[in-house]
């Protein structure tokens, strides 16, 4: 079954969500495949190697090898926006949120680096999965997030990207009942890390995202249609990768899904970041919420060397 057969099931989740064909960007490392940072003639060479694709990519910390002050002037020259990512940690004083360290570290880093680059950002998400991990509450977050939009160039958006179900079972209300509601939303969805099998992952895919489109779109009300939500990581191991349960790493199944899934999820007019752009050789394996070991360096779209491994064109 094609996932375009699918796109009439699900249309009516989140209709005020849905519009024109969605916009493809990239999750990008700011490392090496030797573990070395990148230089702005890596991120460079790393937008010449996508702009056939996309001219959007995302990032994850404001302070790891000076992403922001690298990325942006690479960004500028090859004609590419920048999600710029912020790390917050789990506060120690919650009567002094803003004193976090890492917020406070990423959030200067990105205000250093903005001047001068403003045209570059599109926006600026401000944690990675607070929620899912339980570091931060929804009221919480959204104490970071509003101090940001504070802060940036008129036209760079503020959000945050988190996991889907967390969107969708209202751990994440705060951000769209109190004022300023958040406009931005980064929803990650791995129908892979759910361990479903590669020919049935669509499916999971666009329920997924559904599930968080349609309990934003209820709790927002009359807000909803400013409300911008994206895919904001969802991927697929390729060859050398690791298996999860019915999910098979493989580069056929990568294919498999991007065709279905990836090209699906854009006709249905929502923006994705696939998870990820190159692969990084330099990552140790990681530790799964199963205890299980799981290798993270085969997920990119093309090799650490910057070649594509599968065919990206979508069914027509």
Not at 158 to 171: I, L, P, R
Request: charged fraction near 25%.
């Amino acid at each position: 079954m094609r996932a375009s057969s699918l796109l009439s099931l699900l249309l009516a989740a989140a209709p005020a969500l849905v519009s024109a064909k969605g916009t493809l960007g990239f999750s990008l490392g700011d490392k090496n495949a030797d573990g070395t940072c990148k230089s702005t003639s890596d991120y460079e060479a790393d937008f010449d190697a996508l702009k056939g694709l996309s001219t959007l990519v995302r990032t994850y910390s404001g302070t790891e090898c000076h992403a922001p002050q690298n990325i942006l002037p690479a960004a500028k020259n090859k004609g590419f926006k920048v999600v710029l990512g912020m790390w917050v940690g789990k506060p120690t004083d919650k009567d002094n949120l803003l004193e976090e360290p890492s917020f406070k570290a990423d959030w200067a880093a990105i205000q250093k680096a903005i001047p001068g680059n403003e045209d570059a950002i599109h926006a600026i998400t401000v944690g990675s999965e607070t929620l899912y991990r339980g570091d931060l509450t929804g009221p919480q977050l959204h104490t970071y997030i509003s101090h940001v939009m504070k802060g940036v160039p008129k036209g760079v958006l503020v959000g945050t990207a988190d996991s889907w179900n967390k969107f969708a079972d209202g751990t994440a209300d705060a951000l769209f009942t109190q004022e300023p509601i958040v406009t931005y939303v980064l929803s990650n969805a791995f129908a892979y890390w759910q361990g479903t099998a590669a020919d049935k992952a669509y499916k999971t895919y666009f329920d997924d995202m559904a599930g968080a489109m349609e309990h934003i779109q209820k709790v927002a009300g009359d807000n909803a249609d400013k409300i911008n939500i994206v895919n904001g990581e969802t991927g697929w191991p390729t060859d050398g990768g690791s298996d999860y349960e019915d999910a098979k790493a493989g580069t056929k199944n990568a294919e498999k899904f991007w065709k279905t899934g990836i090209c699906g999820m854009l006709d249905w007019g929502v923006d994705l970041f696939y998870f990820e752009a190159f692969d990084e050789s330099w990552k140790p394996d990681s530790k799964g919420d199963n205890g299980e070991l799981k290798d993270e360096k085969h997920w990119g779209l093309f090799t650490a060397d910057r070649k594509s491994k599968f065919d990206t064109s979508c069914p027509k």
